[in-house]
Structure formats: structure tokens, C-alpha cells
């Protein structure tokens, strides 16, 4: 089945936020007049807070502080835009996922994942060409739709393509590639997967476009309790050569 029917809460979040045992509230924090700390969803609401703060305090602020677990991918990209716009830095603490990784790691020219904090994609808008959502509407949100004569598969299947398309413009703006959103879960690599974030090492990063090092030498797999937060993947040049053609190829004949 080409395309799975999901609840929109669950479209609009990047697949879902990730935290374990954390606070999602948001804060931002002006650190002297260089730093600037977010902590909380990529909410556009959240979003728009930090513009103002960003706007408020001029063009002092050089570094963007993030930790987020994800969020709505509208808000998302809006702080993405704001970091390749400001020519921010971004430093990662804690965790930067889903919606983060997405789109606000990968739209510094300067991106910094510090000892221990963890960097991890699982999925974006070319998602149901892999693998689905993990999650089906409520017979109660079906009920809805019928009731109100609309056509829940196809509103879905309108927002995914809607939002791929501005997802692709977000990609082509900041000069990363978009599959860097999806590799681990295509069919050569989601069945290597023993955690629900991924991510790729230092070397194959920067042929995906992306500019982000990490102050240990290795991405950060496991949680200090032993749990595997992210799959780390390294691919040879001819996988990620074979990866990138088979998602060019897959959008042709998804006619995206």
C-alpha cells in the first residue's frame, strides 16, 4: 500500500517527538549577547518566540543552543530557516531528533554535537514510500470524516505532498541533500536498525551536505543506562551512491 492513512497529529510531528524522561516545555534563554539557548518542540509557536528573541536582540547573536527532541515540521523549518538566514552556529545539548535533525542541525554552516548529546533523524516527508507511520487513525476520527463528507485518505496524501514540497525547497535552499531525512529507513537499511533514531558518521555527513562534528569522536549511540538511543550507519561510496539513486528513482515513479 503506497501510502497509509495517519493522523495528522502524528504528520505534522515529523513522526512522532522523541524524549525519554524529559521536560517538553519550551524556554529560550539570551546568554550574554552572543548565545541563545532553545529547549522545547519545534512548534511554530515556538518558533515565532524565537524569531523575536533573535529579532529583539539584533545581529549580536551568533550561536543557537538547541535541545529538542522534534516537533511539527512547519516550525521546524521555520528555525531552520532562521539558522541559514542569521548565519548561525547551532550547538547540540542533550538531543536534537526528528524535526531537529531534520531541519535545524542541518541548516548551520557550523553545527556542534557536544560530548554525549545525541543527534538522530527517523523519517520525513517521503516516509510512506519506505515504511509507514506506525500508528492508524481513530475510529472516532474516521466517524468524523464520514460524517463531515471528507476524504480522509485523500487530505493525507494532499498534506504529505504539500509538505514535500517545501521540504525540497528547504533542502535546495540550505544545499543538503533530503535523503539524509530517510536512508535508514530504506528497505537496505531499516532491517539493520536495533534503535528508533538514526544517524551516519563524521565522514559520511559532509557528502550529504550536512556541516556537523561532534566533540567526541564518535556520534552518540547509547544512554548512559545502556539503552541504544541511535543507529550509527556508515555507508561506502557506492552505498550511499546506490542509496541516493534509489530515492531519486523511487520519486520518479511515485510521480513526487
Known amino acids: 500500500?503506497?501510502?497509509?492513512?495517519?493522523?495528522?497529529?502524528?504528520?505534522?510531528?515529523?513522526?512522532?517527538?522523541?524524549?525519554?524522561?524529559?521536560?517538553?516545555?519550551?524556554?529560550?534563554?539570551?546568554i550574554g549577547k552572543h548565545r541563545l539557548q532553545f529547549i522545547g518542540d519545534t512548534t511554530m509557536e515556538n518558533a515565532l518566540k524565537l524569531e523575536h528573541v533573535l529579532n529583539t536582540a539584533g545581529k549580536e547573536v551568533k550561536t543557537l543552543y538547541v535541545t529538542s527532541g522534534g516537533g511539527p515540521v512547519?516550525?521546524?523549518?521555520?528555525?531552520?530557516?532562521?539558522?541559514?538566514?542569521?548565519?548561525?552556529?547551532?550547538?547540540?545539548k542533550t538531543l536534537c531528533a526528528s524535526s531537529c535533525a531534520n531541519y535545524i542541525a542541518t541548516a548551520s554552516h557550523d553545527t556542534e554535537v557536544e560530548k554525549g548529546a545525541?543527534?538522530?533523524?527517523?523519517?520525513?516527508?517521503?516516509?510512506?514510500?519506505?515504511?509507514?507511520?506506525?500508528?492508524?487513525?481513530?475510529?472516532?476520527?474516521?466517524?468524523?470524516?464520514?460524517?463531515t463528507g471528507r476524504d480522509l485518505d485523500k487530505e493525507t496524501d494532499d498534506y504529505i505532498r504539500q509538505w514535500h514540497t517545501e521540504e525540497v525547497e528547504f533542502f535546495n535552499k540550505i544545499g543538503v541533500k533530503q535523503a539524509i531525512t530517510i536512508i535508514g529507513m530504506m528497505p537496505a537499511y531499516i532491517?539493520?536498525?536495533?534503535?528508533?533514531?538514526f544517524a551516519y558518521n563524521k565522514e559520511l555527513l559532509p557528502k550529504l551536505g550536512a556541516n556537523i562534528r561532534f566533540q567526541d569522536e564518535n556520534p552518540a549511540e547509547f544512554h548512559e543506562d545502556g539503552f541504544k538511543i541511535v543507529q550509527v550507519f556508515e555507508l561506502s561510496q557506492r552505498e550511499l551512491k546506490e542509496a541516493l539513486e534509489l530515492h531519486e528513482r523511487t520519486l520518479r515513479l511515485n510521480d513526487w
Open 1 to 30: 500500500m503506497r501510502y497509509l492513512i495517519v493522523l495528522f497529529s502524528l504528520l505534522i510531528s515529523a513522526c512522532s517527538t522523541y524524549w525519554w524522561g524529559g521536560n517538553d516545555g519550551y524556554f529560550v534563554q539570551l
Open 118 to 147: 545525541f543527534l538522530g533523524w527517523h523519517g520525513g516527508s517521503t516516509q510512506p514510500l519506505y515504511a509507514d507511520y506506525g500508528s492508524e487513525p481513530s475510529l472516532l476520527r474516521r466517524f468524523w470524516f464520514w460524517l
Open 191 to 197: 532491517d539493520k536498525r536495533d534503535a528508533k533514531l
Open 74 to 92: 512547519t516550525g521546524g523549518m521555520k528555525i531552520g530557516e532562521l539558522v541559514f538566514e542569521r548565519n548561525l552556529k547551532v550547538v547540540v
